[in-house]
């Protein structure tokens, strides 16, 4: 069966440092891989989308890398901040009818 | 402001009750999803809506129904059916219009349900 797994529940760091998420797939062939961003209580947000043919993708501090081979996605943030504390849910799509499965998210806390 | 916005953010429910969880979007999105979110898992699909006055299950759609009479609107009521109903849910909706969108999903705040 399709399986997706975001390695850590949770994930501490020391501010300034770099946060590296990491989400597995098993079984999907997926076209794209998503990255969301959920603060408690509230609804995700999206941050980066990548496609199977795209090896790294950037936005300001963030960066996803997305290795078809290995059948996983890397999430960096550089230069973290306690701002940056949130879970992250990486989601893949994989097939039709437009829908998006999601890992169950890993929650990161920088500590200043 | 666009977005999508989800009513009530807190909703208490007695036993065999049901329930409607709105979702309204002003996005002008086609597409329209509801995830049900329980602690420590991720997001699961109960129903999506590619267009208006069609909607299909996805893999948690027992004990719930939608409906689609309006592009803005996909209702979500929970039955008493529903075994295990307290959870945290969430609506979305995406462009499917918009090229190269493919699956950006934009998320309301969420209405948190409680049995009681």
């Known amino acids: 069966s399709q399986k997706i797994e975001q390695n850590s529940e949770a994930l501490n760091i020391q501010e300034g440092k770099t946060a590296t998420l990491t989400c597995n797939y098993t079984n999907y062939s997926p076209a794209y891989l998503q990255w969301y961003r959920q603060d408690p209580g509230r609804g995700p947000v999206f941050l980066l989308l990548?496609?199977?043919?795209?090896k790294e993708k950037r936005k300001e501090r963030l960066k996803v890398t997305f290795d078809t081979t290995l059948k996983q996605s890397l999430f960096h943030i550089t230069a973290s901040q306690p701002a940056d504390s949130a879970t992250y849910l990486c989601?893949?799509?994989?097939?039709?009818?437009?829908?998006?499965?999601f890992g169950k998210g890993t929650l990161l806390t920088v500590n200043p | 402001d666009g977005g999508i916005t989800q009513s009530p953010k807190y909703l208490f429910r007695k036993e065999g009750q049901n329930v409607t969880l709105s979702c309204e979007q002003n996005?002008?999105?086609?597409?329209m999803y509801w995830y049900r979110q329980d602690p420590g898992q991720g997001l699961r699909l109960i129903y999506y809506s590619q267009i208006v006055n069609d909607f299909q299950k996805g893999d948690i759609a027992e004990g719930y129904s939608v409906s689609r009479e309006k592009k803005e609107s996909f209702p979500l009521t929970v039955t008493s059916a529903q075994k295990n109903p307290t959870a945290f849910y969430l609506c979305?909706?995406?462009?499917?219009?918009?090229?190269?969108?493919?699956?950006?999903?934009?998320f309301g705040p969420g209405t948190r349900l409680t049995v009681l």
């Open positions: 989601a893949l799509y994989g097939g039709s009818n437009y829908k998006l499965t």
């Open positions: 990548i496609r199977e043919n795209e």
């Open positions: 996005l002008n999105h086609d597409a």
């Open positions: 979305a909706s995406r462009d499917s219009k918009r090229p190269g969108s493919y699956n950006e999903q934009f």
